[in-house]
């Protein structure tokens, strides 16, 4: 077993140093008293570091080959913006990759803009407005509270992120109604409407305190 002179106590298992003064350690290193997990080949740091030296390599081949073509094509410059979006995901997932709720939200919502950038850049702004916004602000509430079920959550824990959902879903397409941006306005209604339906009963009858007093209500 190890032992620290100074501080006059032993160490179970393998330390390098004293956890209490700092100095050196004497003796000879027993079994570790809690099992040690093995490392994950691939740390998240390393991770980072491949994504960004990729990230890097690749714009500036993009930007070599362009100064070598002597012009830049539209699709030199989306692939180039494809993977600045690319890096700024990666960089999230790793950054969110402890809640998944916040990871799910975070990457619709990218995609979101991704899709409405894609669409005004090759013209208007109409599949993406009349199908993919409603579309995806319908299923994001639907998976965050699946999400929530799976992981055991209460409805309290996740009802935050559904609000979200509620004030973005009708907030945006909202705003595009108003400005008549859509070519075909019922999926984007339908949407709305189902979204703050979805979360009024999501709170009536999953949440805790109200489901408690409407059984009282209901028991008298
Ligand atoms: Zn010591």
């Given at each position: 077993m190890q032992n620290c002179k100074k501080c006059r106590i032993q160490i179970q298992g393998e330390k390098e140093?004293?956890?209490?003064?700092g100095g050196k350690l004497v003796g000879e290193p027993s079994e570790r008293a809690f099992p040690v997990l093995p490392k994950t080949k691939v740390t998240r740091m390393s991770f980072m570091r491949v994504s960004l030296f990729l990230f890097c390599a690749f714009e500036t081949a993009m930007i070599v080959l362009g100064c070598c073509l002597e012009y830049w094509p539209g699709w030199l410059l989306l692939a180039m913006v494809a993977a600045v979006v690319g890096i700024i995901d990666i960089s999230l997932a790793v950054y969110y990759r402890n809640n998944l709720l916040q990871l799910v939200a975070v990457e619709v919502y990218i995609g979101l803009v991704v899709t409405v950038m894609i669409d005004l850049f090759t013209g208007q702004p109409y599949w993406s407005v009349n199908w993919v916004l409603p579309i995806a602000f319908a299923c994001l509430p639907v998976a965050t509270a699946i999400i929530g079920k799976a992981s055991h959550m209460e409805v309290d824990d996740y009802i935050l992120y559904l609000l979200f959902d509620v004030i973005m879903s009708t907030g945006v397409q909202g705003i595009l109604l108003l400005n008549r941006?859509?070519?075909?306005?019922y999926p984007a209604l339908i949407s709305i409407a189902f979204v703050i339906v979805f979360f009024l009963w999501i709170i009536i009858f999953n949440h805790r305190e109200l489901r408690r007093e409407t059984s009282k209500l209901f028991n008298v």
């Open positions: 140093r004293c956890p209490l003064c941006i859509h070519t075909f306005r």
